[in-house]
């Protein structure tokens, strides 16, 4: 799969130019505050096989077949829920960055609290990377011993063309590996680097339909922009993306839908 970017393909973000007006505005509007993700508008993966993404900002919904943007950083997620259905629970455990979880919730639901707890390794803290790829909760644990028991999913912030605040776009397990090998194989930084994301109709193993992403190297910026989203957007958003569950009561999004 190649990843190279031709030169013809550069493109100018006016936020990225010396002395944005845009970069001035995230300044004054955060007052001194971090980024925080439920600020930002997320886009999750359509249900059912859908291949158009609908994009909603406060009521206003667009819809588009690809999402074009600069990708400025990307957040790990992992959660354990009480049930194999999440519907009206809360999380766990959960995992900011796929090495260290943090329990969140005091209902182990079905989950055997002595499994469970054989992964903590602090006052509410878990090694998520165990605990994920251990018998109880990793692979072949799931319903019916497919999958596992803890999801994880990515979310990556990309800037589009004209806007000020990034969207995220949630990528669930049946589109990790696609992206990952995207990812991987940049030959700009990724802030430096602007990523299409459109969606595919797939067939589980017993024939329901979801929508999986497929990811191209659409273009890149000039060098000196890619140093203004590093410092406006991605430095930001990493320690966003990063910093554990603000008080132990994360607010956890994740996208089980392509789950497959």
Known sequence: MSTAISTTTV?????LMPD???????????????MREQDLIRVPTPAGGATIWSIDNQGNVETTDEIVGLFVAEGKRGV??????????????????LIVGYRVGEDYGD????????????????????????????????KGGKGRKVKEHRTVAVLRLGDTWPILINIGPASITDWNKRKRGLELFSYETIIGFKLVKM???????????VTRVAGSIPED???????????????MFNAPPMGMGASVVIDNRDDQ
């Not at 067939?203 to 992403?213: F, H």
């Open 225 to 239: 922009q890619g140093e203004a989203a590093r410092k406006t957007y991605h430095v930001p958003l990493t320690a």
């Open 20 to 34: 944005s007006r845009q970069a001035r505005i995230i300044a004054a509007n955060l007052e001194g505050e971090p």
């Open 80 to 97: 354990l829920w009480p049930k194999d259905d999440p519907s009206g629970t809360r999380p766990l455990i959960v995992s900011h960055d």
């Open 111 to 142: 989950r055997d609290p002595k499994a469970v707890e054989r992964y903590r390794i602090g006052d509410r803290k878990y090694d998520w990377q165990a605990l994920a790829t251990g018998p109880e909760f990793g692979w072949d644990s799931g």
């Open 11 to 15: 493109t100018n973000y006016p936020s």
């Open 203 to 213: 067939k589980n193993s017993g024939g329901q339909p979801y929508s999986q992403i």
